[in-house]
């Protein structure tokens, strides 16, 4: 039964003093120990705590939507309306099952290339000799270039 009916009041009716004076009135009528009914004074009672906290009326008017105020059959991932975090990833997750979701899609890892590179410049008389010294990733490659230089002088 509705918290609004229990204590005869509508929602437009339910200012915090309306609803005090329907506590009481009804409390007295229904209270266990003038002769009322305990279960309908307990229905009374709990009525008057949700609808008279300000933060437990909000959430009672406005309720968070769950499965099956839509009608619609929780999956088996779900127990109570609430996920079960390990069956979710172990669906998501587990390439076993055909349904394997990569969420952050990354080429392989691959380890930078470290580059050492050293040039030196040599003359031997008109013959320029350079040597290039590279290493790349531990392996090292040596390049000597000669050339010819022309020695004109005007």
């Known amino acids: 039964m509705d918290h609004y009916t229990i204590l005869k009041l509508t929602k437009e009716q339910a200012t915090p003093e309306n609803i005090k004076k329907n506590y009481k009135k009804m409390a007295l009528k229904y209270h266990p120990d003038r002769g009322g009914d305990p279960e309908l004074f307990k229905k009374i009672s709990e009525a008057y705590q949700t609808l008279s906290d300000p933060a437990k009326k909000r959430q009672y008017d406005n309720p968070v939507p769950t499965f ?74 040596v390049t000597i270039i000669k050339s010819k230089l022309n020695n004109t002088y005007d």
């Not at 999956?75 to 394997?100: I, L, R």
């Not at 979701?101 to 580059?115: A, E, Q």
């Not at 013959?127 to 490659?141: C, D, H, S, V």
């Open 68 to 141: 099956n105020r839509f009608n619609s059959t929780p999956s088996p991932h779900f127990q109570e309306n609430f996920a079960v975090p390990e069956a979710v990833f172990k669906h998501f997750f587990n390439p076993s099952n055909g349904t394997h979701i990569n969420i952050n899609p990354r080429p392989p890892f691959v380890t930078p290339n470290i580059i050492q590179r050293s040039i030196s410049t040599q003359y031997d008389g008109n013959i320029k000799i350079q040597t290039i010294k590279e290493t790349i990733n531990g392996k090292t490659k």
